[in-house]
């Protein structure tokens, strides 16, 4: 009997963990670059907590940009090279859905982790700390979002040889509204501030993605599957 | 069935496909040959859907395949020159992953191909470790999984001993007994599957 598509999110899910944590390394990379990003910045400015929070928003949402981007190299790649994306493709199940669990599996395994680890990161740039979850939750929600318009991205440029100066060139257009809303977010939660506006736009841009972007991946793939 | 009818396909400035029509019958093997770069890799991703013709038309059950993409690729098994395996998954996870995405599977059914395809002594180590001879006769256990309808391979026997070119020949003529169709580009099969194929020689490069 065929699988449901329930059954079938799970078991892409399943598999996209398993194969992650026998790969650590490809899990922490973009972590570990984004943390040493972060931890950085201070040494590099004013030792003055008023300054250092100026910057933090800027700082942890640059960080987790050029963070994500690394890690979106490794959304369809390694599939695509060996073979099992064309075996998606040919499942007779919907790439569309296929492909959004793989997105989702994604962000749990690089957007979700960046996002916790901020706070580490967010202490040494005086960030308060009553500011800590509204942050968590920007970094999580437009990791997401960043996670969705990068699998358009990631679809298309997977044709391409070397495709990783591409895939940044562009995803960055994409993404500088994420980038914008967020370091927003962010920075109202250090003001005290409500930050109900940017994270309703960020949230509508994850919604944007949602609906179209799995649908814009899969016509991507089965492209550069060609 | 199966129809493939004027098919013309460009790689690039190379005409490919020039005009390729034959049709197959359940119980049928269309065997393709052809010299290296004949265009049999291109025909038979062509028939999978995964390339896009410039004219012509492959039709599934009297209906044009594109038009019904899921359902076609649904009775259809693909097996490229690459067995489609990851590296850091064992053979019976792979299978459990891309058989049970199409449907349901049970251990019980995953160690029978194992067992038939010779593959179950090494099937619970990591693919890396594998030989190219070995991940085959593990794609094969996949092909067999399926259920598909529609085998289409492409050099099956690559990487294979004798054993396994055997095996491979007895697979097909299991499957074409059993009312399934065979397409394969092949070079070393020939003579090998007793059902009289369908010899489909696509030329020079």
Known sequence: MKTGALEVGRLIMERDLRLAFRKPSQLLQPLLFFMIVATLFPLTLTPELSRLRDAAPGVLWIGALLSSLLALEFLFRDDAQDGTLEQFALSGQSLTWMLFAKTCTHWLLTGLPLALSAPIAAVGLGVPGEAMWSMVASLALGGFALSLVGAITAGLTLGARRGGVLLSLLTLPLAVPILVFGADATQRAIMGDAIAPPMYLLGAIAVLGLTLAPLAAAAAVRIGLE | ?205
């Open chain 2, 1 to 205: 069935m199966l129809s493939v009818s004027g098919l013309h396909l460009w790689r690039g400035d190379r005409h490919v496909l020039r005009g390729v029509s034959f049709s197959a019958t359940p119980g049928q093997c269309v065997l393709l040959t052809g010299k290296n770069g004949a265009g049999k890799t291109t025909l038979l991703r062509a028939i999978a859907g995964l390339l896009d013709p410039e004219e012509g038309e492959v039709s599934w059950r009297g209906v044009p395949a594109r038009k019904t993409r899921d359902a076609f690729h649904a009775e259809l098994a693909y097996l490229g020159h690459e067995p489609p395996l990851k590296g850091d998954l064992s053979g019976r996870e792979n299978l459990k992953f891309s058989i049970g995405i199409r449907r349901d599977i049970s251990r019980a059914a995953i160690d029978a191909a194992l067992e038939r395809t010779g593959a179950s002594s090494f099937a619970d180590r990591s693919m890396r470790m594998l030989s190219a001879g070995q991940k085959r006769r593990v794609a094969l256990a996949g092909v067999l999984l399926t259920g598909a309808v529609l085998w289409l391979l492409d050099e099956p026997t690559t990487n294979l001993d004798t054993d396994g070119q055997h095996l491979v020949a007895a697979l097909i003529d299991e499957h074409t007994h059993g009312g399934g169709i065979v397409i394969a580009a092949v070079h070393h099969l020939m003579g090998l599957v007793s059902a009289s194929p369908v010899n489909l020689d696509l030329g020079a490069a």
